[in-house]
């Protein structure tokens, strides 16, 4: 598609998602069914309001079914289904509009995500696409009886392993997702929605006590240097405040949050979106708990010219003074999150480095960290 967003500075082509092409892949096989006849090409307005004129692929024309499939475009954007052929098979039925999940399609195993369990892992808008393409292609045609579409992604299985599918409890492939219909790239939104989708399946099962950590380096650290279960776990990327926000929304009862220095730091300052783009800040915070810890206005301004966390650190090290400038730190973020919980969240606060290990605890996170020990 040629529809284009900027992004620092980037130019950026849109694609459109998994449930686009199973909503169009549905409306050229219903209207092939009921029509009779063959359908190269198919028109859809996403959810957006964005039209797409899509390319019919892969038609098997029967008596009584009809399939195709539309081959997914993710644009500019990462996406493991990008490329892959979005099947729907639709045939006729006695009443009503009928969505499952075939070959390639999870299944949703725990409660808390958008379908219920046992359910195929088509999110609720695409189903909604769905079944409108099927009642408008029945009254074009003056079909009188029910429609039934069976969505497949035969490469599904292999896709979900490169998802967070299985952590989440949807097994045997992947889901069919998208709210606006479109693929935005680098998108902060597609990123919260798996935060939020994560969140809302471990309060459903009754899980309120969650550890969040930006990336990978922290579940490393975590598991290997502190010896806590991953089982817990949600990344939260840059987005520690929004995420402390989903904690409200699923009434969370404790949040251990355990992160490299150079992401954490941030907090000390109140900066709860971690990426660079919306704000630094590390060294002067450092430098401000230097001044605060009673060091030198000389060692402050060397910390001022470091370029890196790490580098500060072994500063900070060579001048014995690593300590109480931790000590400051971690009583700088334990006062930023706070602030931004709400009353009956426990929160605290794991930093570490790689070459030092922890480098400062808050207070009380002993305590959450003993509640999540393998």
């Known amino acids: 598609m040629d529809h284009f967003i900027y992004k620092d500075q980037k130019k950026l082509r849109l694609g459109y998602t998994t449930g686009t092409c199973a909503a169009a892949a549905t409306k050229a096989a219903a209207r092939m069914l009921l029509g009779g006849e063959r359908l190269y090409e ?57 969505i499952d999940g075939g070959e390639g399609i999870g299944r949703v195993t725990k409660p808390g995500l958008d379908q219920s369990v ?26 009188e009886g029910g429609l039934r579409t069976v969505i497949s992604v035969p490469e599904g ?77 949600v990344k939260c990327s840059n ?5 402390i926000d989903m904690a409200y929304e699923f009434r969370l009862t404790s949040i251990l949050l355990i992160g490299h220095l ?27 708990c230097v001044l605060l810890a009673g060091g030198s206005a000389e060692l402050a301004r060397r910390i001022l010219d470091c370029n890196t966390t790490d580098e500060a650190v072994e500063v900070l090290w060579m001048a014995a003074f690593l300590q109480p400038v931790m000590e400051q730190l971690m009583r700088k973020i334990k006062s930023a999150l706070l602030q931004r919980a709400y009353e009956g969240l426990e929160i605290e606060a794991v930093v570490f480095s790689n070459r030092f290990g922890v480098l400062g605890k808050t207070e009380g996170a002993e305590k959450l960290m003993l509640l999540h020990r393998e």
Do not use: W
């Not at 987005?239 to 995420?243: A, D, P, R, S, V």
């Open 42 to 98: 198919v028109e859809l307005i996403t959810p957006k309001g964005i039209p797409l004129r899509l390319k019919v692929e892969q038609i098997v024309m029967e008596e009584n079914k009809v399939s195709c499939a539309i081959r997914k475009d993710a644009g500019d954007d990462y996406d493991v289904t990008n490329g892959a052929y979005v099947y729907a098979s639709v045939e006729k039925i006695k009443q009503g509009y009928e």
């Open 118 to 143: 046992g359910s195929a892992a088509i999110n609720t808008v695409p189903r909604q696409m769905m079944a409108e393409v099927m009642r408008e292609a029945a009254d074009e045609y003056a079909y």
């Open 157 to 233: 299985v292999d896709m979900a392993k490169k998802t967070l599918n299985e952590k989440m409890g949807i097994v045997g492939g992947i889901s069919i997702l998208g709210t606006s219909g479109i693929v935005e790239p680098m998108s902060e939104a597609a990123l919260t929605d798996t935060i939020r989708a994560e969140l809302s399946m471990y309060s459903a099962q009754g899980q309120k006590d969650i550890i969040i950590t930006p990336g990978n380096y922290g579940e490393t650290f975590l598991t290997e240097k502190l010896g806590l279960d991953l089982s817990h776990t």
């Open 239 to 243: 987005f520690i405040g929004e995420t």
């Open 262 to 288: 150079g992401k954490l730091v941030k907090l000390g300052s109140g900066i709860m979106n971690t990426h660079s783009k919306y704000a630094d800040g590390r060294m002067e915070t450092l430098s401000s």
